[in-house]
């Protein structure tokens, strides 16, 4: 089954890192993605990668895949106030006849002073 | 230039109407999805469509319609409204399984 799990809260200081950690379920998945999601506002896809990848690095965003742990992280440099949202990890499954998302439970994250 | 475009983006009705919310996207993608989002955020998959033949149906109520006239639109018409059916509904798109791209959501609040 597709069982995506995100810790629900993330407190940091602004200029720290932050580092947001998803574990998946399923083994098939070909890609994974990290969204931002701001109060009111829609899913802004952040980055992604492919499951043959072990890192992918892009600007502030780095993402770790541990596809034998099934274990996911964004971390995000220098953190910044305009970082605080919602991040939702999630993979992508592919059947042959359908694809579709499954999204984690998201982490908010909240950027102080 | 808007890629997935949903309207409304707020829509508050009574309980019991009927409503219906639109998507476009010009993308060229195949597929075409809505998604939920409840009050504690959590987004779950309602439909999923490929070139107009419907692939995924979770379990969604049967007041629940979706129809795609044609593989850039796809309308999300809902009977009987209920309180529980309040929440922001995401409409995506994607290119088999990938770029995947959701447009700003409706908002629903049924009163």
């Known amino acids: 089954g597709e069982d995506v799990e995100q810790s629900l809260f993330l407190s940091v200081r602004e200029g720290d890192s932050s580092v947001i950690n998803c574990t998946y379920t399923d083994s098939s998945s070909t890609y994974l993605y990290w969204y931002k999601q701001e109060p009111g506002a829609g899913l802004q896809l952040l980055t992604y990668?492919?499951?043959?990848?072990d890192m992918k690095q892009d600007q502030r965003l780095t993402v770790l895949l541990n596809k034998k742990d099934k274990h996911l992280s964004l971390r995000i440099a220098d953190t910044q106030t305009g970082d605080s949202a919602i991040y939702f990890c999630?993979?992508?499954?592919?059947?042959?006849?359908?694809?579709?998302?499954?999204f984690g439970t998201g982490t908010r994250l909240q950027v102080t002073l | 230039d808007t890629a997935v475009s949903q309207t409304p983006k707020y829509l508050v009705t009574q309980m019991g109407n009927d409503k219906s919310i639109k998507c476009e996207q010009n993308?060229?993608?195949?597929?075409m999805y809505w998604y939920k989002q409840d009050s504690k955020k959590f987004l779950k998959i309602m439909f999923s469509y490929n070139n107009k033949e419907l692939i995924i149906n979770e379990t969604v109520p049967n007041r629940f319609s979706p129809k795609s006239p044609d593989k850039a639109h796809l309308n999300l018409h809902i009977n009987s409204l209920e309180l529980g059916d309040s929440a922001v509904y995401f409409c995506?798109?994607?290119?088999?399984?990938?770029?995947?791209?959701f447009g700003s959501g409706t908002r629903l609040t049924v009163v």
């Open positions: 995506a798109s994607s290119l088999h399984y990938y770029g995947y791209t």
């Open positions: 999630a993979e992508s499954s592919y059947t042959g006849t359908a694809s579709k998302l499954t």
């Open positions: 990668i492919f499951s043959n990848m």
């Open positions: 993308l060229g993608h195949d597929t």
